[in-house]
């Protein structure tokens, strides 16, 4: 992609092309980001990851460069997004109870790793941490983006992102913790 | 553990949309944004502007002439003069009223006094009085005559 400040501001002008570019590189991230903050439930990910870009596309004449990266904007857009969803639509739906087609993409990937159950406790307990936790721990360890970028994107300071991180891998350790001794089966991680 | 449980997340990223998706969604959001664009071609904006400026001009008008009468309002001796004639005219006809007023009050005390008929000016009624006051039936006051004495003599 060529050089991302040009791309976004032929965005900003209207260009579909340069905004079909910015999609192309950021929708990975942002549909991961979205599909663990709303427990792996495939069709809602979709919808709200549509809801995103749309929202970003019609409100990109406003972007305005303030030395933060573009996808830091793009997880402000989404965390609004996933806050939106649990406030106006259904209770939350463990992944236990996902139907099994939901799932699909999910097992197929799963099939690929090597340990299957490890990391669907993982996620499982990803999804009962609160959300500024998984906010953090999903850009940081799952999308491998820097403080500052964290920061941007959930409006704290670098130095509150490194504690919520700390805390919350301390949690997301416990839950592991308990859910493997309710559940033996499960391979300690 | 800390090292295992971030391998785990790390491994997350290997999660992708499905390619039928991506592709549907970046269709419709790009095309959505194709039916708006007609609201802001030249055309529809030159007239938008036009309205406008006509707007513009005819407020700026409507407040640059009342601003102007206001402040010839104030400014205009002529005007000051009308107000204030017409301020002294009001007072004139309140004081007028007033003393109407007056005039009716005083001159029906002045017949009540000067009326005879009236039980407390009558002559007769006076005399009456005066033949009922028995001075002999009076005691008299020693401090009183003394006084009377020192007063008159």
């Known amino acids: 992609m060529e050089d991302e400040k040009k791309v976004i501001l032929k965005a900003r002008d209207g260009n579909e092309q340069a905004f079909g570019q910015l999609y192309d590189k950021y929708m990975p991230a942002i549909y991961r980001f979205v599909f663990l903050k709303v427990g792996g439930q495939k069709a809602q990910a979709e919808d709200i990851c549509h809801e995103v870009f749309l929202s970003a596309w019609q409100s990109i004449g406003k972007y305005q460069f303030k030395g933060y990266p573009f996808s830091s904007w793009l997880y402000r857009i989404a965390g609004n997004a996933v806050i939106d969803y649990y406030r106006t639509k259904k209770p939350n739906i463990s992944l236990e109870l996902v139907p099994e087609e939901a799932m699909v993409y999910e097992t197929s990937l799963a099939e690929k790793l090597d340990d299957q159950a490890d990391l669907r406790t993982v996620k499982f307990c990803l999804k009962k941490l609160e959300p500024s936790y998984q906010d953090v721990l999903i850009m940081k360890f799952v999308e491998e983006l820097s403080n500052k970028e964290i920061a941007a994107a959930v409006e704290k300071s670098e130095g509150a992102v490194r504690v919520i991180q700390h805390r919350a891998l301390k949690q997301l350790k416990k839950y592991i913790e308990d859910e493997r001794s309710n559940n033996p089966t499960i391979k300690e991680a | ?153």
Do not use: C
């Open chain 2, 1 to 153: 553990m800390n090292d295992r449980i971030i391998l785990q997340l790390k491994r997350l990223r290997e999660i992708e949309p499905e390619a039928g998706f991506v592709a549907g969604s970046r269709r419709t959001i790009l095309a959505l944004k194709k039916e708006q664009v007609p609201v802001f071609v030249w055309p529809n904006l030159r007239m938008v502007g036009a309205f406008a400026g006509l707007v513009a001009v005819l407020s700026a008008s409507i407040f640059f002439f009342s601003g102007q009468n206001a402040q010839e309002a104030l400014a205009s001796p002529e005007v000051l003069n009308n107000e204030f004639a017409a301020l002294s005219i009001n007072i004139e006809l309140q004081e007028i009223s007033y003393r109407q007023n007056v005039n009716k009050t005083i001159s029906s005390a002045i017949s009540e006094i000067g009326s005879t008929n009236a039980n407390h000016m009558n002559k007769d009624v006076l005399n009456a009085e005066s033949e009922k006051f028995n001075l002999d039936t009076l005691e008299s006051n020693p401090q009183i005559d003394r006084l009377l004495e020192q007063v008159i003599f």
